[in-house]
């Protein structure tokens, strides 16, 4: 009797286990940030901790399929936003909502590529970037980044 309910348990066990629904695979996109993109560094990668003036930068993430990202950028806080801008010259692939220097707004929709756009400041300031991945209602990080 105990070796039928061992082999009934094992049979039992092996059946639940190919019956069972398995729980979808979620695949998590993530967005990244490139330290570098088209030679310039990019002011969204945690590597950058400052920022000179006058100097070119690039605003750029890696979006995987399905991802979307919005950079909302304005002069910290007691800071004048002189000199801050991006060049739409050099645009590849964000939708420039806004170009305003006290609020400038990106976006862009993932479809495996990278987007970028350069970005300078001038005179000594310091710069806020709100980061929003995949539609968040409050940004995900704020990266300031001050010039001297």
């Known amino acids: 009797m105990k070796r039928f309910s061992i082999v009934l348990i094992i049979i ?22 490139p330290n570098v993109e088209n030679s310039l560094l990019n002011v969204l990668s945690d590597t950058l901790t400052q920022i000179t003036a006058g100097v070119n930068y690039c605003v750029a993430a890696n979006l995987p399929k399905g991802t979307s990202l919005k950079i909302v950028i304005k002069p910290s806080s007691g800071h004048n936003s002189t000199g801050i801008g991006i060049d739409q010259m050099t645009n590849n692939g964000w939708t420039v909502i806004s ?13 495996g590529q990278t987007v970028s756009i350069n970005f300078m400041t001038g005179p000594p300031t310091s710069v806020d970037f709100f980061v929003y991945e995949n539609d968040s209602v409050a940004p995900i990080k704020i990266r300031t980044l001050k010039n001297y």
């Open 12 to 33: 039992c066990t092996i059946f639940a286990g190919c019956k069972k629904d398995k729980a979808p695979v979620v695949e998590i996109l993530k967005i990244v940030y």
């Open 99 to 111: 170009a305003d220097s006290d609020n400038t707004i990106l976006q862009a929709k993932g479809s």
